[in-house]
């Protein structure tokens, strides 16, 4: 039986494919889409390259210049902000509204504080403020230079079947995320985004007037407990918060027309669908 997901992103991926950029020694993957509107740099979590944001990038080509980015095999959070920093100013990009998630949000939180002149707004999405508590546990813990990559990969797998267990409704989204990990994210990809977040730099605050941060989180989240979500929303101090009611860690997978919304309300353009009202914490 055909998935859904994964025939659109690869519907998508045919029309849109990843192009490779050389920034600063590091080669990245990058897919954009639009010349016009707002800048919007999608920065995706472990388990997701650039075109896995296909449905927003989709959603607003027309209407915004957005630029989405697969991770390097090299290097790490401080040197992928100075390269982050350089792609804007290649493509002539003066500031942006810069949405990371997880993995991306960590990155997206350090860049916003090292380069607020390139950032309109930050988009801190279904991540975490420190990675102290992280590194204790898997594959986080492990040697993730020698681990055998099917050990990684295994990893990965035990903890997505489990979540297909729990939610039968998001076998298609597991089954991507299958694929994602299991080759289409090349070893020496993997192995450095792990390593990027276990040995993340502590984040210096972010100096952005508090209107221009945005917190983004599940409530069904199974990798951000609760007091994770708090501590981030109390080190940021949001603006706004879109708290999904479900979405589980891949809000815009699963639930993409809700999460084209607030990047509408975000980049000041028509909300399409339905919108998520006013208000510091606002919920779907």
Request: charged share 25%; hydrophobic share 40%.
């Amino acid at each position: 039986m055909t998935n859904p997901l994964i025939a659109a992103r690869d519907r998508f991926a045919a029309c849109h494919p990843e192009q490779r950029v050389s920034l600063r020694g590091r080669e990245w993957g990058v897919v954009a889409a639009g010349t016009d509107g707002p800048a919007l740099v999608l920065i995706p979590g472990t388990l997701g390259r650039a075109d896995i944001f296909w449905q927003q990038i989709e959603a607003l080509a027309g209407r915004a210049r957005v630029i989405a980015v697969t991770y390097p095999d090299s290097g790490g959070v401080r040197e992928w902000a100075g390269d982050l920093a350089e792609l804007l100013r290649q493509r002539g990009v003066r500031a942006a509204t810069v949405l990371g998630s997880s993995l991306g949000g960590y990155l997206a939180q350090y860049f916003a504080a090292i380069h607020p002149e390139l950032v309109k707004r930050l988009l801190a999405a279904n991540t975490l403020g420190s990675v102290d508590e992280i590194r204790q546990f898997p594959p986080y813990n492990s040697d993730l230079d020698q681990a055998p990559i099917a050990e990684l990969r295994d990893g990965f797998g035990r903890g997505l079947t489990a979540w297909g267990k729990t939610h039968p409704d998001q076998a298609d989204l597991v089954a991507l995320l299958m694929a994602e990990q299991g080759g289409r994210i090349r070893e020496a990809e993997l192995r450095t985004r792990l390593k990027a977040l276990r040995d993340g730099p502590d984040l210096p605050p972010v100096s952005l007037p508090h209107e221009r941060i945005v917190a983004i989180e599940s409530e069904d989240d199974p990798l951000l407990p609760q007091p994770m979500r708090e501590a981030l929303r109390a080190r940021l101090d949001p603006g706004v918060c879109y708290r999904f009611a479900w979405g589980g860690h891949f809000p815009y997978v699963v639930r993409p027309a809700a999460y084209t919304g607030l990047l509408e309300e975000q980049l000041e353009l028509e909300v399409t669908g339905q919108g998520w009202g006013e208000g510091a914490m606002r919920r779907q």
